[in-house]
């Protein structure tokens, strides 16, 4: 996290410093406020908010994939997460803006992770080649093999109010309150050595309501348009879970309250708005 904060500090500095080489900045004093304005009471906003990642561990199943200490391995080890969200944005006031969005957003993850302990003992020691290859199938134990995926559809009314970047009309930082309600579908079934286990598949239904809070970094690209990266702070959310196993036709129900901190660079976001007339 340390490192993605830093990359973040360095990118504004080094945005600042370009507005400032080509001339861009532009300090005034607004005669009423006495402070440089960054985006005016009465515009609005198109926006379009979005992300991805994908992190993936190389190996086969039957191969060493990727390694932790020569211990932890994951034959095959993906995760996909992305989002995407248009809106408008009204300025009701100089810097402060009201946003209503529509969200979608998923993931999916395969991971099939052993603990294996063939590199710690030495199996050469074992002349019997039979009893050899007994004895690493012990040694490579199955810990965990799931694959999950999920996809939500939801909206939010998001509160967000900006700051000029040393008097900058070209660069501002903001910070974001956004209360949100979602309904989202998971499927989650067991995997070992690559094979899909579907008649253990569980589906869920997600109902889903909170609030987050974010800040970011919004970079004038034109008069009438910005590009904004933002990331994820704090989050307060209740979810209802309704999950059904396919196999056994059971039923199970969970609700859950919980405070969490979403700083995370699987979750940062890069936004594209174009600004309307007032």
Same mark, same amino acid.
């Given at each position: 996290?340390?490192?993605?904060?830093?990359?973040?500090?360095?990118?504004?500095?080094?945005?600042?410093?370009?507005?400032?080489? +080509?001339?861009?900045?532009?300090?005034?004093?607004?005669?009423?406020?006495?402070?440089?304005?960054?985006?005016?009471?009465?515009?609005? +906003?198109?926006?379009?908010?979005?992300?991805?990642?994908?992190?993936?561990?190389?190996?086969? +199943?039957?191969?060493?994939?990727?390694?932790?200490?020569?211990?932890?391995?994951? =034959?095959?080890?993906?995760?996909?997460?992305?989002?995407?969200?248009? *809106?408008?944005?009204?300025?009701?006031?100089?810097?402060?803006?009201?946003?209503?969005?529509?969200?979608?957003?998923?993931?999916?993850?395969?991971?099939?992770?052993?603990?294996?302990?063939?590199?710690?003992?030495?199996?050469?020691?074992?002349?019997?080649?039979?009893?050899?290859?007994?004895?690493?199938? $012990?040694?490579?134990?199955?810990?965990?093999?799931?694959?999950?995926?999920?996809?939500?559809?939801?909206?939010?009314?998001?509160?967000?109010?900006?700051?000029?970047?040393?008097? *900058?009309?070209?660069?501002?930082?903001?910070?974001?309150?956004?209360?949100?309600?979602?309904? =989202?579908?998971?499927? *989650?079934?067991?995997?070992?050595? =690559?094979?899909?286990?579907?008649?253990?598949?569980?589906?869920?239904?997600?109902?889903?309501?909170? $609030?987050?809070?974010?800040?970011?970094?919004?970079?004038?690209?034109?008069?009438?348009?910005?590009?904004?990266?933002?990331?994820?702070?704090?989050?307060?959310?209740?979810?209802?879970?309704?999950?059904?196993?396919?196999?056994?036709? *059971?039923?199970?129900?969970?609700?859950?309250?919980?405070?969490?901190?979403?700083?995370?660079?699987? +979750?940062?976001?890069?936004?594209?708005?174009?600004?309307?007339?007032?």
């Amino acid at each position: 996290m340390k490192r993605v904060l830093c990359i973040v500090a360095l990118a504004t500095v080094t945005l600042s410093a370009l507005g400032q080489s +080509a001339g861009i900045k532009n300090r005034y004093t607004d005669p009423e406020i006495g402070s440089t304005v960054f985006i005016e009471k009465g515009n609005r +906003a198109i926006n379009l908010i979005g992300g991805y990642r994908s992190i993936k561990a190389g190996g086969d +199943a039957t191969g060493d994939g990727y390694s932790i200490l020569s211990l932890l391995n994951i =034959g095959e080890g993906e995760y996909i997460n992305y989002s995407i969200s248009p *809106s408008i944005s009204f300025f009701i006031k100089d810097d402060l803006s009201v946003d209503f969005r529509l969200e979608y957003s998923g993931y999916k993850l395969n991971a099939d992770i052993r603990a294996d302990l063939r590199e710690v003992l030495n199996l050469g020691a074992i002349d019997d080649e039979e009893e050899r290859q007994e004895v690493g199938d $012990l040694l490579n134990i199955h810990l965990f093999g799931r694959h999950m995926s999920r996809q939500s559809w939801g909206t939010a009314i998001a509160l967000r109010r900006y700051m000029s970047f040393f008097g *900058s009309k070209t660069i501002g930082v903001f910070g974001e309150a956004r209360m949100y309600g979602e309904y =989202g579908k998971i499927e *989650s079934y067991p995997l070992k050595g =690559g094979v899909d286990n579907t008649s253990k598949r569980r589906d869920s239904d997600v109902w889903s309501a909170g $609030l987050k809070l974010g800040a970011g970094i919004c970079v004038k690209l034109r008069d009438n348009s910005a590009i904004t990266l933002s990331i994820p702070l704090l989050g307060a959310t209740y979810s209802y879970t309704s999950q059904h196993k396919v196999k056994t036709d *059971s039923n199970a129900h969970l609700s859950q309250f919980n405070i969490s901190r979403d700083i995370d660079y699987l +979750a940062i976001q890069i936004g594209y708005s174009l600004y309307l007339k007032k």
